[in-house]
């Protein structure tokens, strides 16, 4: 059985288990203020500019602590209704007190205009004491859908947030993928210019574990790490975030097993379409969401698994197949060989 | 510079690291489902009979998880005022909305006689609805002073903890070291016998990271991985966390690297002993702190790394030496031969 | 210029006020313990039999510290998306920790299979650990729509509630409004029969201010005082709810005064019909929501106060008219005098 | 039997009620939008200068909603172990996901000095970012112990807060009666020079219930409305707080009631003395705690209700007698005779 199922099947990139290895018994102080840690925030900064780092366990975490860093008891996170914080983490938003408020989207995207409606929309009404204060943007890019927001959307998302006062903050569980995903994609430059906060996934792209955090706007600086113990993502052998986060910017990792994965992607995809499979959603990274008949997923279920995604028609579904750093050519292969046989 | 300042200076148990190798490139589900967890899960529960066992990163992620999930919005957690979750977790608890219930401590502990005296005081205060009502109990063995709770004081505990219907919660994060200090030390049925809840502590005892929670009441052990989810403290790779603890309680290894410790701390505290310096507390564990004047300090940081606790008299403070599984014998060594120098 | 904006722009009931009046200089003891507050909840234990009765001032109190005392932490509300706690509350209820599970209602109301498909796609959901866990049902009778629920849709919700364990708690804001709806409104056995809390409104029924909060369900009964003083909801001089409750129960008063509003209310809606106007909401109770013009609204406004609800069309929006106990039969015919005179 | 319990044991000043009556049927807008709030506002302001007021129906409200709208997550707040906050109400702040810092204080106050060196224990902490970070100062005045701070040392609170940005919030749940305590009591200018926001207590000084917060900083002023409603602190008939405290504010109401009661307490308070009685507090306010062998609190009890407040040796408690603007001569004409034959 081959697995497509998510792109956390494996352990981490041997180059990082590798450094593990041979800094296991050096000692170092805990909490993130080691010399790993700290030459992996200069590393990020050399392609980020002046920024503040912080690696934190997973993004479940990362979400909830960076939006409860950023917004006021009475304000609330504007996102995509398909977004993971409304979707998939357990309301950790509003178990740190804030409201969710979702915005309708068909590819995981929102735009430019519905922040503005949203803003627009709270200031005229004559009551907006009695609802939610919209106090921030949450997008992610990659999305849960595998899309990518261009660098004009971005720069419009950043520019309406800008003009209210909204901080713009960016998951990128997923962000290596989302870089490998063409010409036009978003660069660290991109990034720095349009976010307030983002974060850079590792679980996802090639380490065990963890999330660098990266604070762009200097007024947003201020007390982070108080948040982070508190909210227990302050790990204490902080140097094992550093030294992966240290190997996947060294010589080009992230870029490089990020390609990787987003290449072995658009194989499956190109082998879907070539055999008439329409795909639920236009993606150029390592997310597919073929749309098949019950017999078709029946077929490919025999040696591959992957991921039941929604119900479309009474005879068909879209799943989800993931790639990701690890995946090895051979098993795209098999893959593409049965989704020629298949029925 | 050798360095006694905590215990987590160091990476994991060089067993764990080749699992880690060894296993890296298979592919498993996530969030704790798969066979290591499993397999884990298995080895705590020939330990301690028929509980549930869940993986967690750290320490003050484990403590706010469960405080959370076992007190009602008015309740509060007693604790010894020393307590980790009073001190040292940013007000982790609070931000979960309830209060830290001090009770005074000279040595980390606090008493059944505490308990009891903190409940007939709320029942009888006519006002007591408007108090917080004391809704579970945590203690720490060792506690933050390296102290150890004896059997007959934890089964007190646990008597006057279930005649209140409080959970009873042992924050084990170096619960090997307690377990490995002398005769009379806490043992499994012992902890299962009187706690309804508590953890084995993985990040100080071997492992890179990770704390298992072990729920020994029935009645409590429902949705936990919710608020797992929802706090951020459910690991994508779960068998990250599986294969450390599959590890560390294979063939004894938890217990033998644990008793290295201590007796590696025995002997400096012997050393101290001999030269005349009294100890802050009594301590047999793997924390020890000795009460050094100003200028033993200087000497004794020559070479050593160490950690001011608190402000004794006028001349003198304690200070904390800390040994972990990764403390080497001949650094011990080093140390005793300076502090037989020491002026 | 006559105000039909809202259902609390006047004072209370007379008899509240002479209540307050002649009670002035007793000294009574404080928080709901003293005997005003007993008589109120006697003869409200006369109607709806064997349940706990606490007084709060507010809506939005009453429903923060109703839903926060209900779920457990990983659990949110099911509501309509139309629902006060999902609009109009500035994320109160997030504010405790919870999220609000809104369902589509294109009428304020809510349906025992919405429910049941909520709970089963929950339940089938593989991932269902890292979703919201409904907790309870949220509905209000009327609701903001002035819309009722039947007996029968309240029976069903009520058992689909029971089948899947989950509270049922009714804001009843404008409680008596609906009892006044017809001869198939709500009784108060069908409200006892089928919720497991709910709330008397007196603000908007003839009190200067209050809420009763009425626990049916002898499960869900301990410690209510306590969570109620946390949220700031006790108040000090108890007294002034249990007087007004005590006064608005005795003789049928909230009966008799809610009938009269309801009575009005039902003379603007033949008037608004009659002239060919339609009503964007069909209510039997205390709002009415005709869609008008542009220059009907601005003929109306000269004389007289109402509430913008929503754009209907390019030239028409619905607006909101209330009566409430303080309506007078002489500004209600001038309002139908010129209904009639309307563009 | 004569009750001395509290202060809020009757309704409110006959002014206020007539107030009431006079205004019932007057229709305004909700939510303290209406003309009487706007009065009220501008009497205060008279009094106070440029300054924002918010009227909240009551003290626990008040200070929760306060408290959660100056601190930022990781904050607490620094107030005498006897604050009000800190005992009385069943944790409402750390409900709102923030760390009571108790001080300890022997008579209700906590000095600049205390604060300062909170400040620089924080800083000098080299785990500090594992502490909860002070984040304003809580005090009341008058105190639970019926102190009140001097000009001195407030303005020594307020000179420390400044020089280390900790807003500085006074609870004046009885302010009213603190600034009858005599020629060097505190003024509005003190109030208004030292704190940051303050509130000026209705419920116990004269109305049926209400405070007015009072917002100094300009800097504190943003959406403090939508926090309000958030917590359930925005009474919909935002008219009678307004009513009341332009009453209170109209002919200096609020100084003559207060000095009353301070004069009845000041009778008292000198009848012990005269008795031998000591006093466990020297209180200059409207609450006396002599301290009683158990036979004379018998004595006492058989014709006055008074507060049991500690126990001070074998034979000895202390008691608290409270008078108030409701309080009769000739009640405490009785009380002193019973005084005088009390064994």
């Not at 660098?151 to 003009?163: G, K």
């Not at 063409?182 to 996802?204: H, P, Q």
């Not at 762009?216 to 052998?237: C, E, H, S, W």
Request: proline share 3%; charged share 20%; net charge negative.
């Amino acid at each position: 059985m081959i697995d497509f199922t998510c792109d956390y099947s494996e352990g981490a990139h041997p180059a990082i288990l590798q450094r593990l290895m041979d800094t296991n018994f050096e000692q170092t102080p805990g909490y993130g203020e080691d010399a790993y840690c700290q030459s992996a925030r200069e590393k990020i900064r050399s392609l980020c500019g002046d920024v503040d780092v912080h690696f934190l366990v997973g993004g479940t975490q990362a979400n909830l602590t960076v939006i409860a860093f950023l917004l006021k008891p009475w304000q609330g996170v504007l996102c995509a209704d398909t977004g993971h914080i409304n979707q998939h983490e357990t309301g950790a938003v509003e178990a740190t007190g804030h409201k969710v408020l979702a915005l309708p989207s068909k590819d995981g995207k929102i735009t430019a205009a519905q922040v503005e409606q949203a803003m627009e929309e709270h200031r005229a009404d004559a009551t907006h004491e009695h609802r939610v204060q919209p106090g921030m943007v949450f997008i992610g890019s990659p999305t849960e859908c595998g899309t990518v927001y261009t660098r004009e959307e971005l720069l419009a998302l950043s520019n309406v947030c800008r003009r209210y006062h909204l901080p713009l903050y960016l998951d990128g569980a997923r962000l290596g993928y989302g870089m490998a995903a063409g010409n036009d994609s978003l660069r660290w430059e991109d990034l720095t210019a349009c976010c307030d906060v983002f974060y850079i996934g590792g679980t996802k792209v090639g380490a065990l574990f963890g999330e660098a955090v990266v604070i762009v706007n200097p007024a947003l600086r201020t007390d982070f790490r108080y948040i982070m113990k508190q909210r227990g993502a302050m790990l204490a052998k902080g140097r094992l975030l550093g030294l992966q986060f240290d190997t996947l910017f060294t010589g080009h990792l992230y870029e490089t097993i990020s390609r990787h994965a987003v290449e072995q992607a658009q194989r499956i995809r190109s082998a879907f379409l070539e055999k008439g499979i329409p795909l639920l959603f236009d993606s150029p990274t390592n997310q597919q969401f073929p749309i098949l008949r019950r017999e078709q997923q029946a077929f490919l279920a025999q040696d591959f698994s992957f991921c039941y995604w929604e119900k479309v028609d009474e005879n068909r579904d879209s799943v989800r197949f993931c790639t990701s750093w690890a995946t090895r050519d051979e098993d795209v292969t098999a893959l593409i060989h049965a989704i020629e046989q298949m029925p």
